[in-house]
């Protein structure tokens, strides 16, 4: 059984802040009658449409493929990696948080045990549409508590334009949200454990509000600013097509390539080969520091 591409079927969740329209990626999804928010790409339930595998879900076909479909290194990885996603808001999603890969195994076995480090890479953005990712300098607990008491927490933000192709690298423990008129493709680690902290009144549709994790997501948190998440993607030398390293960790790395349409590679990268790569076609090591991240 050789390896081959694989088209795999998308599941489409449902959210308040979703949107009626998915057009144009998936131009059959218009009109909707409750607002879709995200279309998971390689969610362990996703159905394969082609190959071999047709027919299963990807995580029953994860456990049976062989080493030289999971690539080698992965030969041994009970779970699939990566989740890849479309995000189509409408609205603010809530303000929140994800843990990283120490606090999820010591108190989330049950959600899975595992963090969220993530990456957002714009498809589209309206004008004006904006992101909060991290705390200014000199937010901390107290500050931050009194903020949400008083419905003022998005004012100790770094607020960022968003514009079609640009990236932004988002690590465990960083705050944020994702503001509307955009669609995002977001690779993340394989988790779905939120800390939800600010939901802006939001009610369910039984009329509820939805749960908030205050507590969790002020143990998991990094309060003071942690950088400049905006990436800046480094071009690759690859012939005929145009090739970009978004970003990459040792979660994920990312790449975008350009031929007559785009498309996005993400992969479970060696980051020590990947670096020792590209520092052979001349990579500077500052370039190295603004795309890599330890």
């Known amino acids: 059984m050789r390896p081959e591409p694989t088209r795999i079927e998308p599941i489409f969740s449902p959210r308040l802040w979703g949107s009626r329209s998915l057009a144009p990626l998936y131009p059959e999804k218009s009109n909707l009658a409750e607002p879709l928010g995200e279309a998971w790409l390689t969610g362990v339930d996703c159905k394969i449409a082609t190959g071999p595998f047709k027919g299963k879900t990807l995580g029953t076909a994860w456990s049976e493929m062989p080493a030289e479909?999971?690539?080698?290194?992965?030969?041994?990885?009970?779970?699939?990696?990566?989740?890849?996603?479309?995000?189509?808001?409408?609205?603010?999603?809530?303000?929140?948080?994800?843990?990283?890969?120490?606090?999820?195994?010591?108190h989330e076995q049950a959600a899975g045990g595992r963090g969220k480090t993530e990456m957002w890479h714009a498809v589209a953005a309206e004008p004006g549409a904006q992101v909060l990712v991290g705390l200014k300098s000199g937010v901390d607990k107290k500050k931050f508590l009194g903020a949400l008491a008083e419905n003022k927490i998005e004012d100790l933000f770094?607020?960022?334009?968003?514009?079609?192709?640009?990236?932004?690298?988002?690590?465990?423990?960083?705050?944020?949200?994702?503001?509307?008129?955009?669609?995002?493709?977001?690779?993340?680690?394989?988790?779905?454990?939120?800390?939800?902290?600010?939901?802006?009144?939001?009610?369910?549709?039984?009329?509820?509000?939805?749960?908030?994790?205050?507590?969790?997501?002020?143990?998991?948190?990094?309060?003071?600013?942690?950088?400049?998440?905006?990436?800046?993607?480094?071009?690759?030398?690859?012939?005929?097509?145009?090739?970009?390293?978004?970003?990459?960790?040792?979660?994920?790395?990312?790449?975008?390539?350009?031929?007559?349409?785009?498309?996005?590679?993400?992969?479970?990268?060696?980051?020590?080969?990947?670096?020792?790569?590209?520092?052979?076609?001349?990579?500077?090591?500052?370039?190295?520091?603004?795309?890599?991240?330890?």
């Open 158 to 294: 770094v607020s960022h334009v968003v514009h079609g192709g640009d990236t932004f690298f988002v690590p465990a423990g960083t705050p944020h949200t994702i503001g509307p008129g955009m669609v995002l493709c977001e690779v993340q680690e394989y988790s779905d454990l939120t800390y939800r902290v600010y939901d802006y009144g939001r009610l369910d549709a039984h009329g509820r509000p939805r749960e908030l994790h205050v507590e969790k997501a002020l143990e998991v948190m990094k309060f003071g600013s942690v950088g400049v998440p905006k990436v800046v993607g480094l071009p690759l030398a690859a012939g005929s097509v145009s090739k970009t390293l978004l970003a990459a960790c040792s979660y994920f790395a990312t790449e975008r390539w350009e031929f007559r349409a785009s498309v996005i590679r993400t992969w479970v990268p060696d980051l020590e080969n990947l670096r020792a790569e590209l520092r052979r076609a001349g990579v500077s090591e500052a370039q190295l520091a603004q795309t890599i991240f330890a």
């Open 69 to 106: 479909w999971r690539g080698t290194r992965l030969a041994s990885r009970k779970n699939f990696p990566i989740l890849v996603k479309f995000i189509f808001p409408q609205e603010k999603l809530s303000i929140q948080v994800h843990p990283n890969d120490a606090y999820a195994a010591a």
